[in-house]
Nanobody, 111 residues
Framework: QVQLVESGGGLVQAGGSLRLSCAAS????????MGWYRQAPGKQRELVAT???????NYADSVKGRFTISRDNAKNTVHLQMNSLKPEDTAVYFC?????WGQGTQVTVSS
């Protein structure tokens, strides 16, 4: 069974940057699509960005131009570079590969 482990969350001031990483526990299983989702308190989980194994990306309108998703198929990892962070980006960020979810990592943006 494959597990996904996120890292890189934390506390940052508005306008700052963070880089999230997600590593799969097995390198011999490549997900066709990997992505990042987030869930703020009292809100539903929402899509942030996805990327296919071929590199095609998709972003939520709220993060376009600020966030960049990338992946390394050889290492079976996916990253989310978050720039120009806003307080409304505060949420638990989850990595997803196929139907498998990571445990989440907290991102807090202070104003």
């Amino acid at each position: 069974q494959v597990q996904l482990v996120e890292s890189g969350g934390g506390l940052v001031q508005a306008g700052g940057s963070l880089r999230l990483s997600c590593a799969a526990s097995r390198s011999d299983f490549i997900f066709n699509v990997m992505g990042w989702y987030r869930q703020a308190p009292g809100k539903q989980r929402e899509l942030v960005a996805t990327i296919t194994s071929g590199g095609t990306t998709n972003y939520a309108d709220s993060v376009k131009g600020r966030f960049t998703i990338s992946r390394d198929n050889a290492k079976n990892t996916v990253h989310l570079q978050m720039n120009s962070l806003k307080p409304e980006d505060t949420a638990v960020y989850f990595c997803k590969g196929g139907i498998i979810w990571g445990q989440g990592t907290q991102v807090t943006v202070s104003s």
